[in-house]
């Protein structure tokens, strides 16, 4: 059986995605769809609204074959070790081919970006660099950077996150010498960063989320996505009593910077250049998460960064951690969270070719990226009452993979 894999946040699993599952399977002429799926903490720094485990099952119901976990040790980095992380996992699981959507739709604009990068590393670097000490964000210095290089107007344009994701991917199955094909599906109408739902079919996870945290938010955003999120979601609410979101976990986190010293928050990973000074200032005064950013954010870190540097500090992440987690090319295991019965079959296929071992319950995970991932899980669910609570950690560590055909059932 051909494989195709995606790389994935579903947060929530909206007709976007759907279509993306669709043609990635159609583009590739694959028999299987593999999902490598981000668990507790995004990219972007933030708590996924419901978990991977309701979010495995808008996967599979939405006909991806295969979920696994793109643990926090990659989940919640930067483009470049985030899509590092990914391909790694899609490699180990055998996919012939991997499949990302992007506004540029056309995979050739990634591969001479590339390959016109490759030969311009070193300044580009260079230029960077010398951007960053003039106070620029990351995103802003790269962009510039690659204006000095007069990489752009032909080139790609790495403005989107989606094409910067896009251009990781590749890059990371070129260096990494991975013997698979990269293929790019172009995004249907909702920008990425569109904050409104629009009336058409299609609209951003954005947008959802904001509209989700309003009165009725549920019934206004069911036109967006397919039935059995909208019920999968509405479940979620019903039995934990919320969406997760960053205001949830706020006191968790005043109570972690104004305990720690600021040596102790220098050690938690992306603590830079006296952020744990700024940290302890802005939190002083902040009533709430979305004023603590606000007061935190400067020209040179971005809300992202940011978020994820509160991310790190809320799960109490070390550089030391992160660097052990980091040092080995090779992966201690793959939590296996979901399939269908094709993508049962096609395991059992490829189970002799793979050097990984795939795991079924968190108890059978060993090792610094294990021990990482158990904190941030247990952090994730902090906000829920005690007995809620309870529960969602027993199922976190016996629950097995979800099967498409039980979903069916139940």
Not at 54 to 73: H, N
Not at 371 to 393: C, D, H
Request: net charge positive; proline share 3%.
């Amino acid at each position: 059986m051909k494989a195709v894999g995606i790389v994935v946040e579903y947060n929530p699993f909206h007709n976007g995605h759907l279509y993306h599952v669709q043609q990635a399977r159609k583009e590739t002429n694959s028999d299987i769809v593999i999902a490598v799926m981000s668990a507790s903490f995004l990219q972007r720094g933030e708590p996924a609204i419901v978990s991977k485990w309701q979010r495995t099952k808008m996967a599979l119901a939405g006909g991806v074959d295969v979920v696994v976990e793109l643990p926090y040790l990659y989940s919640t980095q930067k483009a470049e070790l985030f899509a590092k992380g990914a391909v790694l996992i899609l490699t180990e699981m055998g996919v012939d081919s991997i499949n990302f959507g992007s506004e540029s739709g056309r995979i050739n604009d990634f591969v001479e970006l590339f390959k016109a990068m490759k030969e311009k590393n070193l300044a580009f670097d260079e230029h960077v660099k010398n951007f960053l000490k003039k106070g620029f964000s990351y995103p802003r210095a790269t962009a510039e950077a690659f204006k000095q290089l007069h990489l752009q107007p032909n080139m790609l344009a790495l403005n989107e996150p989606n094409n910067i994701l896009g251009y990781h991917y590749v890059k990371a199955v070129h260096e990494g010498k991975r013997k698979i094909n990269v293929s790019t599906t172009h995004r249907r109408q909702a920008h990425y960063h569109d904050q409104d739902v629009p009336a058409s079919s299609i609209a951003s996870a954005t947008s959802i989320r904001q509209m989700l945290k309003k009165e009725n938010g549920l019934s206004k955003t069911t036109h967006v996505m397919p039935t059995s999120s909208s019920l999968l979601l509405e479940e979620y609410i019903k039995s934990n009593l919320m969406l997760h979101d960053w205001e949830h976990y706020y006191p968790f986190l005043h109570y972690k910077v104004m305990s720690s010293s600021a040596k102790q928050l220098q050690s938690i990973y992306e603590c830079e250049e006296g952020l744990e000074f700024r940290a302890k200032e802005m939190m002083q005064t902040a009533t709430s998460f979305q004023e603590w950013m606000e007061k935190m954010k400067t020209k040179r870190y971005t809300w992202t960064r940011l978020q994820r540097l509160a991310t790190h500090i809320l799960t109490n992440t070390t550089k030391e951690e992160i660097e052990e987690g980091l040092s080995t090319e090779s992966l201690p295991y793959i939590r296996l969270l979901g399939m269908s019965d094709k993508g049962q079959a096609f395991l059992n296929q490829t189970k002799k070719h793979r050097q990984t071992s795939l795991i079924t319950r968190v108890a059978k995970a060993e090792g610094i990226m294990a021990v990482i991932e158990e904190r941030a899980t247990n952090v994730y669910f902090t906000p829920l009452s005690p007995a809620i609570r309870g529960l969602q950690m027993k199922q976190e560590f016996n629950q097995p993979p979800f099967r498409m055909q039980s979903l069916k059932k139940s």
